[in-house]
């Protein structure tokens, strides 16, 4: 059993930044693919990022790339999502997640999730 537990949203403004962090528990989070998520109001949930158990590999989406940044720390059983450059339509909720056994972009194959952090951007 995992728990996660994210941090770091908030109100900032368009051009701003904000670094999200999602702390798990357990002591087998290195194994554990991790991946970022966002909703907003009236969306479906919308893949943001992942990263392999070992940080070797890493996919964004189209929407994100270039701008935010995932990375893991694997002694502090934890994964960041460095977010520059930030824009109004990244307003959303974003939530982590893990699984053991799959890494992509689905979010339907992640088997934990966090409770999510709210993210505002205003205009």
């Known amino acids: 059993q995992v728990q996660l537990v994210e941090s770091g949203g908030g109100l900032v403004q368009a051009g701003g930044s904000l670094r999200l962090s999602c702390v798990a528990s357990g002591r087998t989070f290195s194994s554990y693919a991790m991946g970022w998520f966002r909703q907003s109001p009236g969306k479906a949930r919308e893949f943001v990022a992942t990263?392999?158990?070992?940080?070797?590999?890493?996919t964004y989406a189209d929407s994100v790339k270039g701008r935010f940044t995932i990375s893991r720390d694997n002694a502090k059983n934890t994964v960041y999502l460095q977010m520059t450059s930030l824009k109004p339509e990244d307003t959303a909720v974003y939530y982590c997640a893990a699984d053991r056994n799959y890494y992509g972009r689905g979010y339907g194959e992640y088997a934990y999730w966090g409770q999510g952090t709210q993210v505002t951007v205003s205009s």
């Open positions: 990263i392999s158990w070992s940080g070797g590999m890493i």
